[in-house]
């Protein structure tokens, strides 16, 4: 067995008993730093507590003329669609795009390494209005430290177009303190608009947090090679 097998064993063994000692209750799909998966739908916010409401806030692209539209961010307590648990922040997003050009991306900020996350989208809307489902969700890999972020895209075949909303983005973490940022919308040029993420916790927390991820992270990659999967991912 070479040295870095060994070691591998060795963070694996230390993974999974860090991992059974502080998430055994949790059953979340974690979306990894440096992953990108497709959402799934969830009910959340289901019987929450509103925390900060942004109200719908305009942006418009820098060139003047590609598009603008607003952006709503939402944060809640209490969530029942929470699987980090009801103490922990769910944030919610609705982008409206006004055109004239489709969107492509919206780029959340900041959603470090350090915390657990969990997408998903809600497309139930009282007035019976689908939104667009973004294809895939992206988050930037532990180099991006403080400036971590995770990205909603649209495909070609089924674009965030003029005049419509996407559904409700939806962000399960497992932090409990936030602060303002300004979020990114995207389509060939760009617009900024205020938001918010998540605290940066305490270093000594933010240590102890990483090495966790990392952990996981073995873990996943340890059972796709396992299982026969070829995924660059590991």
């Not at 989208?121 to 992206?138: H, K, R, W």
């Not at 532990?142 to 003029?162: D, E, F, K, Q, R």
């Amino acid at each position: 067995m070479s040295v870095c097998d060994s070691f591998r064993r060795q963070l694996f063994l230390f993974g999974f008993l860090l991992i059974a000692s502080v998430c055994s209750s949790a059953s979340a799909t974690i979306l990894l730093p440096g992953e990108l998966v497709v959402p799934g739908r969830t009910a959340s916010p289901a019987a929450a507590k509103l925390v900060v409401d942004t109200g719908a806030l305009p942006f418009a692209s820098i060139d003047g003329f590609s598009f603008s539209g607003t952006l709503r961010t939402q944060l809640y307590v209490n969530d029942a669609g929470n699987p980090f648990g009801p103490n922990y922040l769910t944030f919610t997003f609705l982008l409206t795009n006004n055109g004239p050009d489709a969107l492509e991306r919206l780029v959340t900020v900041r959603f470090h390494p350090a915390y657990q996350i969990d997408v998903g989208y809600n497309d139930i809307f009282p007035n019976g209005v689908i939104g667009a489902i973004p294809a895939t969700v992206d988050r930037s890999g532990y180099s991006a430290g403080y400036t971590a972020v995770i990205g909603w895209n649209w495909s070609a075949a089924s674009p965030l177009v003029a005049h419509q909303s996407s559904a409700l983005l939806v962000i399960h973490t497992r932090g409990t303190s936030f602060q303002p940022f300004m979020d990114s919308v995207i389509d060939g040029s760009v617009a900024t608009v205020p938001s918010f993420g998540l605290y940066l916790p305490e270093p000594a927390t933010l240590g102890v947090a990483v090495v966790l991820m990392s952990a996981l992270q073995f873990s996943r990659c340890h059972a796709r090679t396992r299982s026969g999967s070829n995924s660059s991912k590991c």
